[in-house]
């Protein structure tokens, strides 16, 4: 028989992707996902979600609600990804955060075992966010640089330097060696979500794959919430003809990886189970400066050239990108969308929402 995968959030932008995998693989998806209306204006059922997929609307952080879906559903694997995602909104709107992303999942494991349901597999899509600002390298050696403060950004200081003021290059992430140090509420709450689900499956012998993705961007991705991922809103703007506000002095760091790849990582951490608890970075492996991607999208849609505004968010980090040899060797990962053919494919998506509703090629701050 197939098994049953429940995808959390599995209405959002990585959840629709995924479902529309699984079912063509024969599997039995179910997701749950309370239709944010952030993410999904007019709260219906999306139409990226496979007609297969048994969509049941509820809130994670409903402990009855879960006890309602467990008398129906029996999940084998459960990929959990619903989640308040803004890293901007999360210092401003902690609680939120927390309740999703935190108290949602407990929940989640509290009703698992009050079904005596506990999954063969727990997957948690989690964030490179939790690297903060991760380690650098200066002269004198490897680093964890602290949190930049308000007023270094407001000096215009971007890159961290050592504590003797040396100029310092960052070092991609690698989870089995670079140690978390959040350094905003969203990804504080990431991290306790991978504590959580780690001390659960330990205890009740579940296996646990966590995937740290890098920034997800490509077809899908929501263009009415302004707190999407950069590249989405930049490539709206663009399509619409508009400037790109460009933060910082441009050189903000990220491994931009597309959904397709995120998918194909997805699939194979659910195929190939751990030997024991797993945490995996997933990213395309490249990094690429803001600049870079806002510019490609605005050669490409002939907008404007972008504008480098020395404006900056606080809890944003200077730079994040990572090493994949982990996921490629666990999982067989190998990504196959570079930026360009992956920057394409996301245009020529917003193209055809934009025919069907032009109000959609307008701008908003980004989320990056
Ligand atoms: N997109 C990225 O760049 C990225 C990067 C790193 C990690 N992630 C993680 O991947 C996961 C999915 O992200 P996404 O990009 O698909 O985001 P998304 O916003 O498109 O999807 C999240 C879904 O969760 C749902 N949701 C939110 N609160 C809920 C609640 N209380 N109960 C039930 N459902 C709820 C939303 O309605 C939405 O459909 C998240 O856990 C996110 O932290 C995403």
């Given at each position: 028989?197939?098994p ?7 209405a ?21 996902d ?13 139409k ?5 997929v ?9 402990g ?56 063969d597999?727990?997957?948690l ?36 330097t ?15 060696r670079?140690?978390?140090h ?9 991290l ?14 579940a ?6 993705l ?31 506000d ?8 990220r ?25 995996i970075?997933?990213?395309?492996g490249s ?5 870079d ?13 972008p504008?480098?505004?020395g ?8 730079a ?13 990962y ?19 929402e ?6 959609v090629?307008?701008s ?5």
């Amino acid at each position: 028989m197939s098994p049953t995968t429940l995808i959390t959030g599995g209405a959002g932008f990585i959840g629709c992707a995924l479902g529309r995998e699984l079912v063509a693989k024969g599997d039995t998806v179910v997701a749950v996902d309370v239709l944010q209306p952030d993410v999904h204006p007019g709260s219906g059922r999306p139409k990226r979600l496979a007609p297969e997929v048994i969509l049941h609307p509820m809130d994670v952080r409903s402990g009855s609600a879960w006890d309602a879906l467990l008398k129906v559903v029996s999940p084998d694997r459960i990929v959990h990804l619903a989640a308040e995602t803004s890293t901007g909104r999360s210092l401003v709107n902690a609680s939120v955060h927390a309740s999703t992303n935190v108290v949602g999942t407990t929940e989640m494991l509290d009703a698992l075992l009050r079904a005596d349901a506990i999954p063969d597999h727990i997957v948690l899509s989690s964030s490179r966010a939790v690297y903060g600002e991760g380690e650098w390298e200066s002269e004198e050696g490897p680093f964890y640089p602290d949190p930049r403060t308000h007023e270094d950004l407001e000096a215009g200081k971007w890159d961290p330097t050592d504590r003797l003021g040396h100029s310092a290059t960052p070092i991609p992430s690698r989870a089995d060696r670079t140690t978390p140090h959040p350094t905003n509420v969203y990804a504080a709450t990431k991290l306790a979500q991978e504590n959580i689900l780690g001390a659960w499956t330990a205890a009740t012998g579940a296996d646990l794959s966590i995937l740290r993705l890098q920034n997800v961007y490509g077809p899908g991705q929501s263009l009415t919430n302004s707190y999407t991922g950069v590249v989405t809103l930049f490539a709206r703007t663009a399509a619409g003809g508009g400037t790109l506000d460009v933060y910082e002095d441009g050189n903000i760091v990220r491994d931009f990886v597309f959904i397709a790849d995120i998918v194909q990582a997805l699939v194979a951490s659910l195929t190939r189970p751990p030997r024991g608890p797993r945490t995996i970075d997933i990213g395309s492996g490249s990094a690429t400066t803001i600049l870079d991607v806002a510019q490609r999208l605005a050669d490409r849609q002939g907008a404007p050239r972008p504008e480098i505004t020395g404006r900056f968010r606080d809890g944003d980090v200077r730079a994040a990108s990572t090493e994949i040899d982990m996921a490629t060797t666990d999982l067989g990962y190998r990504p196959a969308w570079d930026l360009d053919k992956g920057l394409e494919a996301l245009l020529d998506w917003i193209g055809e929402e934009s025919n069907a509703d032009p109000q959609v090629v307008s701008s908003g701050p980004p989320d990056s």
